[in-house]
């Protein structure tokens, strides 16, 4: 019989973006250069998972000039709680230079710090 922990998702998050601090996929690229291993199957995509334990797993793909979809996965080796991980996507926006423009943040879960209006782009 099949565990839980033997599915290969745990939790996929969906988002829309659009470019802020980077205007292109390729700034985009050169800010996780050296931080994720990445992909680019193709010139609008770029997926990006960490070095060690790639258990989540991060994909833009620009829909027009403005923005995109962001996907989240996370694996379930992942050890990330669900709010974690929707916590996680902001930050890595950040560090991306884009803005996600469409996420309603669950009222129960606690927002992490970087979440507060101060730190949004």
């Given at each position: ?72 996965i996370q694996t379930f080796a992942g050890r990330y709680p ?40």
């Amino acid at each position: 019989m099949m565990k839980l922990e033997d599915l290969p998702i745990k939790d996929v998050l969906v988002f829309r973006w659009e470019f802020a601090e980077a205007k292109t996929l390729d700034e985009v690229e050169k800010r996780f250069k050296g931080y994720y291993y990445i992909v680019r199957p193709r010139k609008d995509v770029l997926v990006t998972t960490t070095f060690t334990s790639p258990y989540v797993i991060c994909a833009l793909l620009q829909r027009d000039e403005r923005g995109g979809d962001f996907l989240v996965i996370q694996t379930f080796a992942g050890r990330y709680p669900y709010e974690k991980v929707f916590g996680g996507a902001f930050f890595y926006a950040m560090r991306a230079g884009i803005r996600i423009t469409d996420a309603e943040y669950p009222e129960d879960l606690p927002k992490p710090y970087f979440m507060e209006p101060e730190y949004k782009l």
